[in-house]
């Protein structure tokens, strides 16, 4: 565990980092239905959803943005591109009630603004089954609920565009990633999408990554990638542990239900870039690779009652980074990371956040 001034000292610092993200921006649609409402349609004989309020929330690398902001990080600049349309909008509206400056964020007229639109139930789910529990709860933006009616997320309604970037939007977020690089902290970069080169993190980001990392080595570049990150030559990785067993594949003939397996494969990570690498093992923590060190497992913090596991990752990659540019080292900074997580797992049916005090409630909890 980080000792306390040790802790201090990063939140201290947070407000003065300006920290550089790359990736795929994301607008969360909540449709609130209409409690006990069943409507249906004369013409289609379907249900015809009776909506009483929407609610927006920045997702995928908004999700990163939420939790360094509600750390107190000081500006955030993200690189990336959506839709010149109404999606659009609400994603940047959303964004101005951040420490975020959208000058970078590049609107493209033949790109969609990815976006899940995601119907919401108050009751008894009608669907349930074998394979869907009446009392499954589903992460929504907005306070915790701690206690209540149960909410249900009905079939969503996913918007993106599947394609790949035009040469032209290509060649000028590589741009606008090395000026954002160069004049920032720290960079992060979110692989979020499982379609090769359809997103914003392309081969073409890739290799400007590769050579900035080449010529700045000592500037933190840190990549969650969801199915790409074995592709990634010269950064911080940190991934899940399927994540980590898909980047090495089958070179290290590794078994995936084996600790010791799950330690070769993220040095192996490790070594190849020749950085430190993370991989979160759920409430038993962090795992951290170093070049030149065995792995070790820095253990999470234990929390009572029910959780949602939703945003977890990012919640953790979020202490991670802070820590780190605040002057950490990787298993002070794999401590603060599990310190953040455990206070958003507790925050059941809303994507969590944690607060500077927050953090420190936990950290004292932690020494009882």
Sequence with gaps: MITLDRLETVLRTLPRLTIGLVGDLFLDR??????????????TGLEAYQIERIRNSPGALGTVLNNLAALGTGLLVPVSVIGDDGHGYDLLKELRKLPVDPANILC??????PTYTKPMRVGPDRRAGPDLPVDAQT?????????????????????????P??????????????????????????????????GVVNGAVRDTLARLAAEEPEKLIYVDSRRFLGEFTAATLKGNRSEVFGAVGNALRVVPDADDSLSVALDSLSRRTNRPAFCTVG???ILVARPGHEPVLVPGCPVSG???????????????????????????AASVGNLV????????????????QQVRERWREMQT
């Design 283 to 285: 409430e038993r923590g």
């Design 341 to 356: 997580a455990s206070i958003t797992v507790q925050q059941l049916g809303t994507t969590g956040t944690a607060s500077p």
């Design 306 to 332: 029910p959780v949602d596991i939703v945003g977890a990752g990012d919640a953790a990659s979020s202490g991670i980074v802070t820590a780190l540019l605040a002057g950490c080292d990787e298993l002070e």
């Design 165 to 198: 970037l035009s040469p032209g939007v290509t060649e000028e977020v590589c741009r606008r990633v090395e000026q954002v690089f160069r004049t920032s902290d720290g960079l992060i970069v979110l692989d979020q999408l499982v379609d090769e080169n359809c």
């Design 30 to 43: 909540y449709l609130d239905l209409v409690p006990g409402s069943l409507e249906m349609s004369i013409e």
């Design 139 to 163: 992460a929504a933006p907005g306070p915790a609920r701690q206690a209540g009616p149960t909410v249900h997320e009905l079939n969503r309604l996913d918007v993106r565009t599947r394609g």
């Design 108 to 113: 493209a007229p033949d790109r969609l603004t």
